[in-house]
């Protein structure tokens, strides 16, 4: 085990909670996001228990909260074989180092920020004598679903915590309809977060806008969508693409920007190139939180069509980076599935479309690029709206 400690004095008390998330920073994504933003808003009553990834070190060693890691050896992170040995050495840890803090520090609250490695979680509430939180997400939901006994594994160790706070009203109904889930079960939303941009309330990025759209080729007269994921097909990059060709107009110039990279992206070149619209779809690849608030200022419209993939039984659970656009004052528009309901609101920080209608698609980008005011009118509710939810 890798341990991580602050200049917290041993004659000190510990924090009374135990945080454990396989899935935490430095390393990004969407429940990395929420259960960083859980820790920093109490950091003097938690500590956390994760992972080892790539440059947990810094970054442990600048946190107001003690983390301690378990060991992922990087040889672990490729391949299929790899991926299964590291979620078997994640269950073991994540129920092992528990049992071994517990003894040593008496904490009274687990909280498990995520569904996934729950056959651990189970066991700790036979074994452990605390209180104990899990949050869920989406997918981390529908996973244990696919299969009964998982199902009915994953349904008992819920009915065995104290509490479930879920990041959607999906994910809670989800619970509610296919689950027999007796547990208090709340509702807490994902928040943006400021700081991760770097920016203050001075903060012009003007300069910035230009600088990404000269840096692509793309005239400051253009409208510009954004998209910022990972670059799977639940996510809707093709079907952005695919309306592309109709919204170019004699008086109107349309460009499509991605942040991110993944297995489709060679994909999505290809359809661009089908479409004849290379020109105006742009990979900008892998984009660091400081420099993701200039892409957001160079955009003028934020799309992501995310779509239920039923083989995959994989969904967006929220989609922090619908309120991270209204942040910037960009309108949205989104698909009317999954947790994305609780991140967009119809008519006043964007638009929500069928995700089964490629005609309602290119209906609301059309509507969108079209409308000046409409866009200025909903990014400012959307600002709005993404300012009452700021950490």
């Not at 003097?44 to 442990?60: H, I, M, T």
């Not at 819920?158 to 994910?171: A, E, G, K, P």
Request: hydrophobic content about 40%; charged content about 20%; overall charge neutral.
């Amino acid at each position: 085990m890798d341990t991580t400690q602050d200049s917290q004095s041993t004659t000190e008390p510990y924090p009374d909670t135990l945080v454990v998330s396989r899935l935490f920073f430095p390393r990004t994504g969407g429940i990395e996001e929420y259960a960083y933003n859980r820790c920093i808003r109490d950091a003097q009553n938690v500590r956390v228990l994760a992972a080892g990834c790539p440059g947990d070190r810094q970054f442990d060693r600048e946190q107001l909260f003690e983390i301690e890691r378990w060991s992922m050896p990087p040889w672990l992170l490729r391949g299929f074989i790899g991926s299964l040995l590291k979620q078997v050495l994640s269950m073991f840890w994540s129920l092992v180092l528990p049992i071994v803090i517990y003894r040593r520090d008496r904490f009274t609250t687990l909280e498990w920020c995520h569904g996934y490695d729950f056959p651990s979680l189970l066991l700790l509430t036979y074994i452990l004598p605390v209180k104990f939180v899990v949050y869920l997400h989406g997918n981390d939901v529908l996973c244990p679903f696919r299969n009964s006994l998982l199902r009915s594994l994953f349904i008992l160790t819920l009915n065995r915590t104290d509490r479930v706070i879920c990041s959607s009203s999906f994910t809670k109904n989800y619970l509610a309809t296919d689950g027999r889930v007796k547990t208090p079960t709340a509702i807490v939303n994902p928040q943006v977060r400021p700081e991760k941009f770097a920016l203050d309330a001075t903060s012009d990025l003007t300069a910035e806008r230009s600088k990404i759209r000269q840096t692509f080729g793309i005239p400051e007269t253009a409208i510009t969508i954004l998209t910022v994921g990972r670059l799977v097909r639940r996510k809707g990059f093709n079907r952005v693409i695919q309306c592309l060709p109709q919204l170019q107009q004699p008086d109107l110039e349309v460009h499509y920007l991605i942040c991110g990279k993944g297995a489709m992206e060679q994909e999505l070149k290809e359809q661009a190139a089908e479409l004849q619209v290379t020109d105006k779809v742009h990979f900008a690849g892998f984009v660091s939180d400081r420099d993701l608030a200039n892409y957001y200022a160079a955009c003028d419209i934020f799309a992501m069509l995310t779509f239920l993939e039923p083989n995959a039984q994989s969904i967006e659970g929220f989609g922090i980076v619908y309120l991270e656009a209204g942040y910037f004052g960009k309108p949205v528009i989104a698909s009317e599935v999954g947790g994305v309901i609780d991140a967009v609101q119809q008519g006043v920080n964007g638009i929500l479309i069928d995700p089964h209608s490629d005609a309602a698609a290119l209906a609301g980008l059309q509507k969108l690029c079209s409308d000046p005011q409409l866009r200025q009118r909903l990014g400012e509710q959307g600002k709005a709206r993404a300012s009452l939810v700021t950490s």
